[in-house]
């Protein structure tokens, strides 16, 4: 595991996954809802925008484009995490 940033993330390898492709930890086990989802993440990592309204609860969920871009894990679990746990 690496060192805290000044912002208290950490530095971590990306996952040898795709940016579209999430954690399987991270997401419901419904597979209607999964789909609703990463279909919303698609959408998202194809615009290029940081994130998307979950389509169930409404509430944004950062893309795993963004989380990349930013450099470090927060160690928060998010949904689409694009780095190695």
Known sequence: MGAPDAAGGV???LAPRPLSEPHASQMPDDPAYRQEILAA???ALAEGAPGYLDPRTGLFVLSAGFLAARGTCCG???RHCPYVK
């Open 76 to 78: 928060r679990g998010c």
């Open 41 to 43: 993440h698609d959408a």
């Open 11 to 13: 530095r971590r390898p």
